[in-house]
């Protein structure tokens, strides 16, 4: 079994099919849908994690190009500016899996990197855009 994160990016007219649909159904894989911004007739957005068969997920990715789908690798890391960071805690309040921990003594900040699923909300919300994903 393997996994894969990848960043799926839909045109605008391909942004409402039942993509994962056809992963589960048509190559027997599993998506877990990290994040997803698709609205009908937009350009969409979505980070998923896949898992199954090596030679099942390269042709699920081949299908989702097909289907005009742009996938990308996912960020496999998260970098902290800690000279712009002011401890304020707004990533820590988006961040579900609770990578991102503020210490209740001293207020630093703690990352776990395997709690991040790479979603970016943090990086959307810092104020000081001291966060950033490296690929
Ligand atoms: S939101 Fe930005 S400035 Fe605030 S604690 Fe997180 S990284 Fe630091
Ligand atoms: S990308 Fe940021 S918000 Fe998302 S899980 Fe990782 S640390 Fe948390």
Redesign the pocket.
Known sequence: MALRRLDLTFPPLQATKPITYHLVKDFGLTPNILRAQIQPGQQGRMLVEVTGAKAAIDKGIRFLEHEGVLVGAA?SD?VLDEEQCVTCGL?TS????E??TLTDDTRELR?DKD?????????I?CPRRA?T?EF
């Open positions: 960020a998260i990533c988006v961040c579900r899996p990578a991102l990352f709690q991040c699923v790479y979603c970016e909300a943090c990086v919300a966060i994903l």
